[in-house]
T-cell receptor, first 114, second 116 residues
Framework: AQSVSQHNHHVILSEAASLELGCNYS??????LFWYVQYPGQHLQLLLKYFSGDPLVKGIKGFEAEFIKSKFSFNLRKPSVQWSDTAEYFCAVNRASSASKIIFGSGTRLSIRP | GAGVSQSPSNKVTEKGKDVELRCDPI?????LYWYRQSLGQGLEFLIYFQGNSAPDKSGLPSDRFSAERTGGSVSTLTIQRTQQEDSAVYLC??????????????FGPGTRLTVL
């Protein structure tokens, strides 16, 4: 069965620090990969997605993620975080080209100190 | 345009009662998903509807949970004989299932269910 692991449950950073949140999945086939963000009191919203092509994908608000197939990873990065990045971040995976459910990781809570 | 809407936003019920949660997906979206988010937990998949295909019910935790999607649009999640462990935020998402937005989900605000 597919699973998604986010090993960092809570990350605390100061403003301007660099960010990397880990995401690993277990599925050997072709996958679609997503990062979603949930700001306090708001809906979940898509941050970025990878379907095919360039494994380095750019998302909103300066976020990017790199798909490394050999490592089954899709880590999220941002070079310089802001206080407004305080949120919960979810990695998600599903099998490409199939009408299948999306599996979410357990989430990483990011707290930014002003 | 209008996003995914869910009602009620909050529901408090007594143990043993039945509850119905409603989801209105974005117009034209063929795929609809229900998830459960418990305190401090990630999103737990419950059920998935895609067009006229049989729904994927593999995530429903027990036979007390059921869901319908009428006319390919509105969906209702029903929990019978609620238990305290059913307390959670129930999220609905829809997806256009187009090539350019394949499997990208748009989430509603959720229904916070509290079972006393």
């Amino acid at each position: 069965a597919q699973s998604v692991s986010q090993h960092n449950h809570h990350v605390i950073l100061s403003e301007a620090a660099s960010l990397e949140l880990g995401c690993n999945y277990s599925y050997g086939g072709t996958v679609n990969l997503f990062w979603y963000v949930q700001y306090p009191g708001q809906h979940l919203q898509l941050l970025l997605k990878y379907f095919s092509g360039d494994p380095l994908v750019k998302g909103i608000k300066g976020f990017e993620a790199e798909f490394i197939k050999s490592k089954f990873s899709f880590n999220l990065r941002k070079p310089s975080v802001q206080w407004s990045d305080t949120a919960e971040y979810f990695c998600a995976v599903n099998r490409a080209s199939s009408a299948s459910k999306i599996i979410f990781g357990s989430g990483t809570r990011l707290s930014i100190r002003p | 345009g209008a996003g995914v809407s869910q009602s009620p936003s909050n529901k408090v019920t007594e143990k043993g009662k039945d509850v119905e949660l409603r989801c209105d997906p974005i117009s034209g979206h063929t795929a609809l998903y229900w998830y459960r988010q418990s305190l401090g937990q990630g999103l737990e998949f419950l059920i998935y509807f895609q067009g006229n295909s049989a729904p994927d019910k593999s995530g429903l935790p027990s036979d007390r949970f059921s869901a319908e999607r009428t006319g390919g649009s509105v969906s209702t999640l029903t929990i019978q004989r609620t238990q305290q462990e059913d307390s959670a935020v129930y999220l609905c998402a829809s997806s256009p299932r187009t090539v350019s937005s394949y499997n990208e989900q748009f989430f509603g605000p959720g229904t916070r269910l509290t079972v006393l």
